[in-house]
């Protein structure tokens, strides 16, 4: 099975290639349009800035490639806030392929950003078989996508919100599955596995 990580300017690259190899996958880290297209299966990482992140992929022409990818496709933290229609972050238009804007948490108490582990509830789909409801998942963020009909999990950070979406062959997640531990883990390999 060929794995292919999307390479661009806000990838957190490394500890999602380590995830990978102790389940036993070696993934490609490239830009090349061909190698992606080929892949069975696709993530799209993130840590960084929305607007910069998107000039980057628009400047390559990764905007148009991932939007039209017909395999599993993962997105990840900043990746997943890509894959929906607007983020705040510097009033960005986004890929698209979740009609879902991207919010910045509002100011209530508690620290802005969410750092550290919380708890995904009503777990939908195969990606999330085998994970206990109220798992503790390692999130870093400002930003976050609506509850809404998309979502396959759900966390509370000041509101309750999509910690996890799925549309076709599109998935996302908030959080991060690579530091997560055995319930990354898992995540991970319901991924590659499949349905």
């Known amino acids: 099975m060929k794995v ?7 990838g957190n690259i490394r500890s999602v290639l380590f995830a990978l190899e102790r389940i036993g996958v070696n993934a490609i880290v490239t830009d090349d349009h061909d190698e ?23 400047e390559k022409g990764l905007d148009k490639l991932i939007t039209s990818l ?20 510097n009033d960005t238009p986004c890929l698209g392929i979740f009609d879902q804007k991207v919010k910045l948490f509002p100011q209530q108490g508690l620290k802005i950003p969410q750092i550290g582990w919380n708890n995904i509830t009503d777990l939908k789909t195969h990606l999330l078989r ?20 998309d979502a396959i999990a759900k966390t509370d950070y000041v509101i309750e919100y999509s910690s996890a979406i799925r549309k076709n062959n599109f998935f996302a997640v908030q959080f991060h599955p690579e530091k997560s531990g055995e319930v990354g883990q898992k995540i991970l390999e319901n991924f590659i596995q499949g349905e």
């Open 4 to 10: 292919v990580i999307i390479k661009y300017n806000a």
């Open 36 to 58: 992606i297209r080929s892949a069975d299966r696709v993530i799209f990482p993130g840590v960084g800035e929305a607007s910069s992140a998107m000039k980057y992929l628009t």
């Open 70 to 89: 017909k395999q599993p496709v993962l997105g990840i933290c900043l990746g997943m806030q890509l894959m929906c229609s607007h983020s705040e972050e």
């Open 130 to 149: 085998d994970v206990s409801e109220n798992a503790y998942m390692y999130f870093v963020h400002s930003y976050y996508v609506e509850s809404c009909a």
